[in-house]
């Protein structure tokens, strides 16, 4: 009696059909991925073996990774981990996946600091999650000192596993609290670097369910109208930059106007401008704070 004989290719063919099935967004590389991982091999590594059978305890991993899959349980939680500014990050169920979208955040951030890149910035990550932003601002600035705070202690382990991981645990301070409460005023930061919460809550039950019913609440929930942090923390942000500082923020789609409202509101800061990400749209928010010189009311 013959019987199927699960080689690599036709694993891969079976389980991009189940997931095609399910409306999957990509199929055929998150069962090339998860079938790698099963291997301990790399995508290439299955191109080169697609007749291998698998053994029976293979084949129990990777039905129990496809199961989990289909949950709609993220690859990046299933794998621990997720690649962000090339660095694959160790990444739990505790924190925000890293979003590509992020990048455009830290390559503005660069734009800004890396001009003088032997300087020894000072850098506040407030709500650094998995620790992605400041882990990759402490690895492009090797002489940058940053404080990383988060809400989350769970997240902050995290940050800590992936600073120590990448070889910049001694240039991060990791605190937690809320907003700048672990923060000392008049430490006068050169960058002030955020990825808040800002998806409105009324959108949460049109995410796609690897958002919604895996990624931390905390980490995506902004309010009524997505814009809490931005409510909260523009008023206060000039306090705790030195004069010249930046403030970056990521945002989301379509709430340029309104943050800029909330912006011009708070007389020690200027220089108000949006950054596109790779699709085109307004992700991240910049502002700065006033040069001594710059402020209305010097005589
Ligand atoms: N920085 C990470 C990234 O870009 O991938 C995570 C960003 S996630 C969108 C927002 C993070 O902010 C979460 O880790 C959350 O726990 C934290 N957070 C939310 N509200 C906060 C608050 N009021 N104070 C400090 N951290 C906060
Ligand atoms: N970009 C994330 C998403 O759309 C949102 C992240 C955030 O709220 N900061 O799922």
């Not at 990777?62 to 690649?83: D, H, Q």
């Not at 600073?163 to 605190?175: D, K, Q, S, T, Y």
């Amino acid at each position: 009696m013959p019987q199927t004989v699960w080689t690599i290719l036709a694993l891969i063919r079976w389980a991009d059909e189940r997931f095609k099935k399910e409306g999957m967004a990509t199929p055929r590389l998150d069962a090339e991925v998860l079938l790698a991982e099963t291997l301990a091999t790399d995508r290439v590594g299955l191109y080169t073996h697609f007749d291998q059978p698998l053994q029976p305890d293979e084949l129990t991993r990777f039905k129990e990774f496809i199961r989990r899959r289909l949950r709609r349980e993220p690859v990046a939680y299933i794998l621990g981990r997720k690649e962000f500014w090339s660095l694959p990050l160790r990444v739990t169920p505790e924190v925000l996946i890293p979003r590509p979208e992020t990048e455009t955040l830290v390559a503005e951030a660069l734009k800004i600091l890396a001009p003088a890149e032997g300087k020894d910035f000072h850098i506040l990550e407030i709500g650094t999650g998995s620790g992605a932003i400041s882990v990759a601002l402490a690895t492009e600035l090797p002489a940058a000192t940053v404080v990383a705070t988060d809400l989350s202690p769970k997240a902050l382990a995290v940050a800590e596993e992936n600073a120590l991981r990448f070889g910049v645990r001694e240039r991060i301070r990791l605190l937690h609290g809320d907003l700048f409460r672990p923060v000392e005023k008049g430490d006068g930061f050169d960058l002030i670097v955020t990825n808040p919460p800002y998806i409105p809550r009324g959108q949460f039950a049109s995410l796609m369910p690897e958002v919604r019913d895996y990624e931390p609440k905390a980490a995506l929930d902004g309010g009524k109208d997505g814009l809490d942090f931005f409510r909260r923390v523009l008023p206060a942000v000039d306090e705790y930059l030195r004069p010249g500082g930046w403030f970056l923020a990521e945002m989301g789609a379509g709430q340029d106007p309104q943050i800029l409202k909330i912006a011009e509101k708070n007389a020690d800061l200027d220089s108000f401008a949006f950054a596109r990400d790779l699709g085109g749209i307004y992700r991240v928010f910049k502002a700065r704070k006033k040069y001594q010189l710059d402020a209305d009311e010097h005589g």
